[in-house]
């Protein structure tokens, strides 16, 4: 049976889409660590991993940690910089969509609907003048209408500039992450290709209206950087305590008809440069724009991929690599690494969309998946299942390891259907793979591995232990003892 | 559901640097960069356990097929073949439908087909469903045309502007809205 979400209208999807709650406010939450009151204590394992809002020099606008700095009132507006600017001298003012393409399940197979558009939510909008001088900047809201502060009225000759470069603050000293536009494809590679940009010529009087990329016109790039600096988010918010300065730059390299040889795939030492003497990025990730295949569409793979970048710069990743397929067994810490990223992925378009969404598909030339996490624990035919008398060292199936994350992580964030004792949620999951119990310690199989993150997250919340076993145990048919190993 | 307060990500981009004019910084000196250098990967993308691939030759418009199915993983249930002939074509020999069992992992399994009055392309379909997931792969005798090839838009030189010594100088042009 499709999955529900995939059988709604897709009016209600787009409302949906990027439609984020302030739920995420990581370091607010009550936990079972700390003291009690949701704040870290010196005796909290995951203390040092707390996002601490930064409102400095901001009156207005995100503090860093899911939450506002303030709001500006009246003919006020928000400036990127963060201040309360007056519109009454004049404004550049309009909204921001994009086409974008959503998966459609048809029993077996699942394919690419027709464009839908949606907001161009917290793209920053960029004024500039003939001679390319940046006069004014403003960040959309969720519906991708913006207001830039001016202080005189547009006179015509303004231009509008939307571009997939991101710093995460005003102190930044560089890029952290960009969506490049390659000229050909291939075997990956070190390139020098240009960020995609968007120039809208601004009438007089300031208002443009309602701006929509087409896909014609690259939205797959914009869709691409949005959903990423929503993940950028994450990660410095759950794993970073709030502190951009150790982001890892990462470069998207996509583009229509451009294909790669590997599909979809993360290199961690392959940088980007935007011209001869300029890098952008250390590290890349490449998706294909093949005809017939998911292409910029395929959200499920491009997180999966980021999720691998987040494994190896904010975690652990031993996984040896190479080729692997749907219902295989294998090594521990290679099921963990692809099961991860798997499970990233279907989480945060999830935490997006503030419905569980655990649909993992693909889309490749001629042939087409998708494996749903959350009822693989009940479909004795889908996923290959573990040996409850298999040991902690057993081969495992990367769609169990997504299967079983999902499981223990669904119930906080989003609702979980089947209620199983355990739901950790976002904040949990995230810090238990940046705890030093996961990044330092080892136990059953060598290398990082599932059990080695339930160890994580007992160590963070010891009343977890004997849930998390019964949830395991129990549902998920994973012989893990509870046994946890803690520094 | 929906929270109508803006959850921003609070990270500027570009125009942070904006309201001071463009702000550049001096790029630190690169060792110019080898163009199209190849990269070891890190992590590729997971393999499709379902394979269909088709080959056939005709006379007149008697059409002989041969299907390979390959399975590279485990698949959720039962493999289904399906064969959709162009109007006015008849299988001589054949199923429509097949049901081709549970497909062990790196098995491959033929099937061939004999189809009078075509005067069209044959499609093929092997599937494999469950409620937790969903499998298919598809081919074409004779092979469909190439996908049109997607094509990159044009953009064009602008004025350049540089972020934290990234220079952006060539863009999509957009029209405004109405």
């Known amino acids: 049976m499709p999955h529900p979400l995939l059988r709604t209208g897709l009016a209600t999807v787009v409302g949906l889409a990027f439609s984020l709650s302030l739920a995420l406010t990581v370091g607010c939450d009550v936990s079972s660590t700390g003291d009690g009151s949701g704040n870290p204590t010196a005796t909290d394992p995951w203390a040092d991993l707390w996002c601490v809002p ?55 197979s699942i394919s690419l609907g027709g464009p839908q558009v ?9 004024s500039l003048n003939t001679a390319g001088e940046l006069t004014g900047a403003a960040q959309a809201d969720d519906d991708g209408k913006f207001v830039i502060p001016l202080s005189a009225p547009a006179t015509g000759d303004e231009q509008l500039l939307f571009t997939t470069l991101w710093v995460p603050s005003l102190d930044a000293e560089n890029i952290v992450f960009s969506v490049l536009k390659p000229q050909d494809g ?42 990423t600096v929503e993940a950028m988010r994450s990660v410095t918010q759950d794993m970073l305590n709030g502190n951009p300065d150790k982001l890892k730059s990462l470069a998207v390299l996509w583009s229509p008809g451009i294909e790669w040889s590997c599909g979809a795939c993360y290199a961690s030492g392959a940088a980007q440069w ?14 294909s724009g093949e005809s017939g295949g998911a292409s910029a ?113 669904d119930g906080a964030d989003v609702p979980e259907k089947q209620p199983d004792g355990v739901a950790l949620g976002t904040d949990a999951v995230m810090k238990a793979v940046a705890s030093k119990r ?4 080892d136990r059953g199989a060598p290398g990082a591995d599932f059990v080695d993150f339930c160890d994580a997250v007992i160590c963070g919340q010891p009343s977890m232990a004997w849930p998390l076993k019964q949830a395991l145990n129990g549902l998920l048919s994973f012989p893990y003892d509870g046994g946890s190993q803690c520094p | ?69 390959r399975v590279s993983g485990h698949l959720p249930a039962p493999v289904i073949l399906k064969v959709v002939l162009p109007e006015g074509a ?67 030189p602008i004025a350049p502007v540089k972020i934290l010594g990234i220079q952006v100088d060539k863009a999509v042009p957009v029209a405004p809205g109405k």
């Open chain 1, 54 to 108: 930064d409102c400095t020099g901001r009156v207005c606008g995100d503090n860093g940690c899911g939450s506002l700095c303030g709001t500006c009132e009246g003919d006020n507006a928000c400036t990127a910089a963060g201040q309360c600017l007056s519109t009454a001298a004049g404004s550049i003012r309009g909204t921001l969509k994009f086409e974008a393409q959503w998966p459609e399940v048809q029993g077996a």
């Open chain 1, 118 to 126: 949606f907001p161009g939510a917290r793209m920053l909008a960029v």
């Open chain 1, 186 to 227: 291939g075997d990956p590679a070190e390139t020098v290709s240009p960020p995609w940009a968007w120039l809208v010529p601004v009438p007089a009087g300031g208002d443009v209206g309602q701006v929509t990329i087409t896909e014609e016109q690259g939205s797959g790039a914009m869709y691409v950087f949005l959903f």
């Open chain 1, 274 to 287: 935007v011209d001869e003497t300029s890098k952008v990025a250390d590290q890349s990730v490449f998706i």
């Open chain 1, 297 to 409: 569409w395929g959200y499920p793979v491009i997180l999966h991929e980021f999720g691998h970048y987040m494994a190896q710069n904010y975690s652990r990743d031993d996984s040896p690599g190479g080729s692997h397929s749907i219902g295989q067994a294998i090594a521990p810490a290679f099921a963990w690494s692809e099961g991860w990223a798997g499970f990233f992925a279907v989480s945060t378009m999830s935490r997006w969309l503030q419905s569980p969404e655990p649909i993992f598909w693909d889309i490749q030339q001629g042939a087409s998946f998708w494996l749903d996490y959350s009822g693989g624990a009940h479909d004795q035919g889908a996923f290959v299942q573990p040996n409850m008398d298999g040991g902690l060292d057993q081969l495992l199936d990367e769609c169990w390891v997504a299967t079983m994350l999902w499981h223990v992580w």
């Open chain 1, 438 to 441: 996961f990044l330092s310690y």
């Open chain 2, 1 to 69: 559901m929906m929270s109508k307060s803006l959850k921003l990500a609070g990270w500027l981009s570009v125009a942070a640097l904006a309201g001071c004019g463009a702000r550049e910084s001096q790029p630190v000196p690169q060792a110019p960069v080898a163009q199209a250098r190849p990269v070891v990967v890190t992590s590729q993308r997971v393999e499709l356990p379902l394979h269909l691939t088709l080959t056939g030759s005709a006379e007149g418009d008697r059409v002989t097929l041969r299907a390979v199915v």
């Open chain 2, 90 to 156: 008849a299988l001589e020999s054949g199923l429509p439908v097949d049901r081709l069992g549970e497909l062990a992992a790196d098995t491959v399994t033929e099937r061939s087909f004999v189809a009078t009055g075509v005067h069209g392309p044959v499609r093929v379909t092997v599937e494999s469903a469950s409620d937790a997931a969903g499998f298919e792969a598809h081919a074409q005798w004779p092979e469909a045309p190439a996908a049109a090839v997607e094509v990159a838009p044009r953009m064009e």
